[in-house]
């Protein structure tokens, strides 16, 4: 996904003189390729997050298409009040960019976890949630924030996901995708741990339980339609993420089934 993402802003940044990109110390290496093309698009804040999402959002109310980029829990929870009062109150075009989601950075203690995430984000105004589920995901939703002038979270893998997709077709913000056709149980999963949900309804569909598998790469605004749907035609619906339960990609789930009278 890593990989995905940088080949993708350096598209953006190759016809779009106004994108930057700001680092908190991080990525050296995987960044390279956009250091070396942009250098003067390229910043690195230091282990400095609030810094880095004021720096941020002072361009883009300049003008700029700004992209932040460290692990998961730092441009977000650690610099909190700057996204809130700095970017999601002002509307700033600043996408925020989150690698490692869940305990993809595991041996490294809950300092790096990132589980309560999507709960924050999905809360705070005028900010659209991304969540891709593998590096094609990745591409549509790098192309589809070039296109929000607003504040855009894309929390992102670590690196290394298999693709799940053999094509994505007529991909739309607020909408999720069908992976795998079934008719009795619904799983809806959205980041990198849809590949272990791919493989939980492959193993299920070959033993005759018929098990359909639907990607949400965006979040908020979460696809409803998609939701109603499969409340109203399966059996059972099981969510997937690398969250808390409190607040994230299921409590979103829940939060559109409560209100389904039929």
Known sequence: MRNSFVNAICQLAETNKDVFLITGDLGFGVLDKFWDKFPDRFINAGISEQNMTSMAAGLALEGKQVYTYSIANFPTLRCLEQIRNDVAYHDANVKIVSIGAGFAYGSAGMSHHATEDIAIMRALPNITVFSPAD???????????????????????????????????????GKAINIVEGDSTCIFATGAIAGEA??????????????????????????????????????????????????????????????IKE
């Open 198 to 259: 791919k493989l939980a309804a492959d193993r299920l569909n070959a033993r005759g339980l018929s098990t359909a598998l639907y990607s949400f790469p965006t979040i908020k605004p979460i696809d409803i339609d998609v939701i109603r749907k499969c409340a109203l035609n399966f059996k059972a619906i099981v969510t997937v993420e690398e969250h808390n339960i409190i607040g994230g990609f299921g409590s979103a789930v829940a939060e559109v089934l409560s209100e």
């Open 135 to 173: 590096p094609q995901e990745v591409v549509e939703v790098v192309e589809a924030c070039n296109k929000i002038n607003g504040p855009c979270y894309i929390r992102l893998g670590r690196g290394g996901e298999p693709n799940l997709h053999e094509e994505i077709k007529d991909f739309g913000v």
